[in-house]
Each structure stands twice: as structure tokens, then as C-alpha cells.
């Protein structure tokens, strides 16, 4: 009797504990989550939805979205925009839920993951885009297609042009920017949504490279031009600079810049009517500026050779179109009177012929009647040809020679048998008519040493 009495007191009072812990638990929830409600990662049971959003508030001013273009970041501030979270709602929808009298669903309850409400004053995120310079049309520099160029190695190559940093579509960027700030974006990279304009022709279009194809085997042209026995190649940047490359990648061979090459070319190597500094069989260097002797290219002419070997793409070795042609050169030392020449030194009435920097003849010579104004002229020529027997003809005189070697016009070395003498002061008021008058026997062997185009130095 006694024990059932026990048996049902305690059992009473455990339904009443039961009751109690239930209803306690009921009244806690009706303000608060359940027991282990898990929001965003974290235990808020028992915390109030205020409590929630108070603890998962974020300050604006910790928030910031870059914003990358190409020259430059812009950045805008949470706090500069007015920028807020709101949770409260969702957090109020999670509470409505969950049911008080079944607090206990707790122990199989899902997590919850809140969709964040962002709120900002999208006026003043639109004043702060306005004043963006990167959206200012003024500022915006247009896209240039790739250049094509010769590099250091002599290759031609593509290369690409200035990207420059016009945005295609303004407000389509504008508009990523609002939502990103939504999304809560760090940062938004300008060239990774693909906003700026791109230039017409990329690198690798077909177009660009076929030009650049064309390019290397213009530039690649073995086209050698002689100068005697030196062989001088038309550099590659040279043969590039032909080439005309339309705005589409068209190429073509351009007349005009090939005469810009020839004139070039003639500016650097030619020699006709240079000055010189020569060294005199007395050891003085003189500087001769009367030149009539030395190399120079026939520009009109040769610029319709090179124009037709480019074109055709021949690989050739020739003398250009010459004007004037010089009897030797030497392109290391720009030299092109070399060891075998002929030198008349008026002052002193004589002659020497040079080969291999010896002296092979010399003479005493009379040269032209400086009192009638007729001095032979000093610079530097070549000899036109020589000829056995010749007739010498000028307007008082005609007057036979054995041998005759002109180097200036009518002016030429050639024997004057009537004359008992030579050197001396002669010239001064017998000379001759302008050419230089040899003994017999010198002229004789002056002509079997002597070639035509063989420079001849007159001081």
C-alpha cells in the first residue's frame, strides 16, 4: 500500500517537472530561438532575432569596393554611400517558424544561411561614378591595332599597339558596379567583365600575320650592291622601310621609299664630289674639295632596279645604276683613291704615279700658263682613257701627240717633244694650254702603267 503511494507521488512529480521544464522552455521560445538554432555558422539559440542582428552588424565603413580599371583604382566606401545591412526581417521569418510548443523540433532543426538585404543610397553612389574620370568620354583614348616592327635581331614581328581605355558601354559598367556593392564585392576588375573596346585586328588575326610573313621575307632579301671589290648589302631595315602596310594588314613595295633607300644608300656611300684629306709625296695632308672623281649611283635609275628586285624578291649581287664610277674601294676606311694613282704637285712642276704606296715613275712636268690664266686645275680626277697617236685640238692650236691620257675634260697628260725642258718656273709664263706636258720617254712609259678610271690628284 505504502510503496504504491510512493510510486504515484513520484511519478507526479516527475510529469510535473516534465510539465514545468516544457512549458519554461515554451515560454522561453516565444521570444527567442529555439535551443541550438545555428545562423550563419553560429549558435544564437536562445538570443532574441535583435540580439542576432545586433551581433552580425557589420560597420559600412569596413566595407570598400575596389574598383580596377586599366591606369587606375577607384574606391568606394561603405559609410560614403550610406551603405547598411538589413538581417532583421529574415531573422524575424526564422523566428516566426519556429513554433514555441515545439521547441523540441530543435534537435533535427536545419541550419540557416541569411540572404543579406543590402541597402545604400544609390544618388550619391551615381554622384561619386559621375565624377569617375575613367567614364569621361574626354579622357578616353581609342584602342590601336598591333605594329608591326623590326626588331633588334632583324625579324619582323607583331607587336600589340597601345590598348588605350575606352569603355565600350558606360552604363553597363555603372550597373556592375551597383551590383556588386549589393553582392558586398571587394573589388571589380573593369577588364575581366570585358568592357573596353578592343582594337579592330588582334594579334594573332590571320590578316596581321600574313603581313608580318610578308614583311620577314621582304627583310630577309640578300640584295648586295658592288663597289668595286667591296659588296655592300641593303640592310634589312632598309628593305623593311619599303613597305607600305595599309590600315587591313595589306602590304605593298612603295616607289617613293624605295627612292628614300637609294638616297640613303648614295648619301652614305658614295664619294663623287666629296672632299678628301690626302696625304702628298711631301708627307702634307691637303684637303682637296674640286672633286670629279669617285662613285655615285644614278638615284632615278636604280630606283626602278631595286623597286622591280624587291618586288620579285630576288636575292642578288650587282653594281647599281651608276652615274660615276671610281677606280677602287675601300668600305672599312671610306677610301676610294687606294695605293695605285697618279699625283701632280703643281707648286713644284712634278709628277708621281703610286701603286702599292711606291713610287713607279716621276717626272718633271709643265702644266698650264698660269700668266694667260690658264693653271691647270687642282682636285681629284680619273683618267677617261688613253690613246696612241692623238691629235689635241683647241681654238688656236692643233697640236699631234704620241701618247694621250685625259683625266679632266680636255686637260690630260700627253708627251711635248717641242719643248727642251720641263719643271722649274716654265709654267709660270710658257705653260701649257691646261694639261700636263711630259718628256717624251716619261709620257711613253707613264701610258703603259697607266689605266683608265685610275684616280689622278691635281694640287
Same mark, same amino acid.
Given at each position: ?8 507521488? &513520484? ?17 522561453? &521560445? ?13 549558435? $544564437? ?39 547598411? %545591412? ?20 530543435? $534537435? ?9 538585404? %543590402? ?24 584602342? /590601336? ?28 559598367? *555603372?550597373? /556592375? ?7 558586398? &564585392? ?10 573596353? /573596346? *578592343? ?8 590578316r596581321v600575320q600574313n603581313c608580318v610573313t610578308y ?43 624605295? *627612292? ?12 663623287? @664630289? ?36 624587291? %618586288?620579285?624578291? !630576288? ?29 701632280? @704637285? ?12 711606291? %713610287?713607279?715613275?716621276?717626272? @718633271? ?30 681654238e688656236d692650236y692643233e697640236t699631234p701627240v704620241t701618247?694621250?691620257?685625259?683625266? !679632266?675634260?680636255?686637260?690630260? $697628260?700627253? @708627251? ?5 725642258? $720641263? ?18 720617254? /716619261? ?17
Amino acid at each position: 500500500m505504502w510503496s504504491n503511494k510512493v510510486f504515484r507521488y &513520484s511519478f507526479i512529480s516527475i510529469i510535473s517537472i516534465l510539465v514545468l521544464g516544457y512549458l519554461s522552455m515554451v515560454l522561453t &521560445s516565444i521570444d527567442t530561438y529555439y535551443p541550438g538554432t545555428v545562423i550563419n555558422g553560429q549558435d $544564437f539559440g536562445f538570443k532574441s532575432p535583435l540580439y542576432v542582428d545586433n551581433a552580425l552588424y557589420k560597420n559600412p565603413s569596413d566595407y570598400n569596393l575596389d574598383i580596377k580599371f586599366r591606369e587606375n583604382t577607384e574606391t568606394i566606401n561603405g559609410r560614403a554611400i550610406g551603405m547598411s %545591412v538589413n538581417y532583421i526581417d529574415e531573422l524575424k521569418e526564422i523566428k516566426k517558424s519556429q513554433n514555441p510548443f515545439l521547441w523540441f523540433t530543435c $534537435f533535427w532543426d536545419d541550419e540557416y544561411t541569411l540572404e543579406e538585404s %543590402v541597402k545604400y543610397n544609390d544618388v550619391e553612389v551615381n554622384r561619386i561614378l559621375d565624377g569617375f574620370e575613367e567614364f569621361d568620354e574626354s579622357n578616353m583614348i581609342e584602342p /590601336k591595332n598591333p605594329r608591326i616592327v623590326l626588331d633588334d635581331d632583324d625579324t619582323v614581328i607583331a607587336i600589340e599597339g597601345d590598348l588605350g581605355n575606352t569603355i565600350e558601354d558606360v552604363e553597363a559598367v *555603372r550597373k /556592375k558596379i551597383h551590383e556588386a556593392i549589393v553582392l558586398e &564585392s571587394e573589388e571589380l576588375d573593369v577588364e575581366e567583365l570585358g568592357a573596353y /573596346k *578592343r582594337p579592330e585586328y588582334e594579334l594573332d588575326d590571320q590578316r596581321v600575320q600574313n603581313c608580318v610573313t610578308y614583311c620577314n621575307k621582304i627583310a630577309s632579301l640578300d640584295i648586295e650592291y658592288q663597289y668595286a671589290d667591296e659588296e655592300i648589302p641593303i640592310e634589312p631595315h632598309y628593305l623593311f622601310s619599303t613597305i607600305k602596310i595599309a590600315h587591313n594588314y595589306n602590304c605593298s613595295i612603295s616607289k617613293e621609299q624605295v *627612292r628614300t633607300v637609294i638616297e640613303s644608300f648614295s648619301r652614305l656611300y658614295d664619294t663623287f @664630289d666629296k672632299n678628301r684629306t690626302f696625304k702628298t709625296h711631301g708627307r702634307d695632308s691637303i684637303t682637296i674639295t674640286n672633286s670629279h672623281y669617285g662613285w655615285k649611283i644614278n638615284i632615278d635609275e636604280e630606283v626602278e632596279n631595286l623597286y622591280e628586285d624587291i %618586288v620579285h624578291h !630576288n636575292d642578288v649581287t650587282r653594281e647599281p645604276a651608276f652615274e660615276y664610277t671610281g677606280y677602287y674601294y675601300d668600305l672599312d676606311d671610306k677610301d676610294d683613291v687606294g695605293d695605285f694613282y697618279a699625283e701632280v @704637285d703643281l707648286a713644284n712642276q712634278h709628277m708621281y704615279l703610286y701603286k702599292r704606296n711606291n %713610287v713607279i715613275l716621276d717626272s @718633271d712636268v709643265v702644266t698650264g700658263c698660269v700668266a694667260l690664266g690658264r693653271g691647270t686645275p687642282g682636285g681629284i680626277y680619273s683618267v677617261a682613257y688613253k690613246q696612241s697617236p692623238a691629235i689635241l685640238v683647241g681654238e688656236d692650236y692643233e697640236t699631234p701627240v704620241t701618247y694621250w691620257m685625259p683625266f !679632266n675634260g680636255g686637260i690630260g $697628260f700627253h @708627251d711635248a717633244t717641242w719643248r727642251g725642258s $720641263f719643271g722649274g718656273t716654265i709654267y709660270m709664263y710658257a705653260g701649257s694650254h691646261g694639261c700636263v706636258n711630259m718628256p717624251y720617254y /716619261k709620257a711613253q712609259e707613264l701610258f703603259g702603267l697607266i689605266e683608265a678610271g685610275m684616280p689622278v690628284i691635281v694640287y
